[in-house]
């Protein structure tokens, strides 16, 4: 499995954008689909974003589509959720995942970081 290591989470105000980064190591990073997903206190781990192997294909959640842009770099090992117009609602435990084949399901994903909180405030 590969390890990961979110960071760049933190305090913003409604409107505002932070970028999360997600550093992998123990396996070749270009054989995998990553994905963002995020939990919120009392509800289920939700999918966010995913990004294919080499970059090319990407998709969004409806709730941030057009706001949230997912990108990796394989040279650096590390894929990148930037958030922008951020909102109140999404605030969240969020969490960068690794999986073999493409999937919105968390299931799906068998290695996963620790999570970075983000929190929007109103």
């Known amino acids: 499995q590969v390890q990961l290591v979110e960071s760049g989470g933190g305090l913003v105000q409604t409107g505002g954008s932070l970028r999360l980064s997600c550093a992998a190591s123990g396996r070749t990073f270009s054989n995998y689909f990553m994905g963002w997903f995020r939990q919120a206190p009392g509800k289920e781990r939700e999918f966010v974003a995913a990004i294919s192997w080499s970059g090319g294909s990407t998709n969004y959640a409806d709730s941030v589509k057009g706001r949230f842009t997912i990108s990796r770099d394989n040279a650096k090992n590390t894929v990148y959720l930037q958030m922008t117009s951020l909102k109140p609602e999404d605030t969240a435990v969020y969490y960068c995942?690794?999986?073999?084949?493409?999937?919105?399901?968390?299931?799906?994903?068998?290695?996963w970081g620790q999570g970075t909180q983000v929190t929007v405030s109103s």
């Open positions: 995942a690794a999986a073999l084949s493409p999937s919105s399901r968390a299931r799906n994903y068998n290695s």
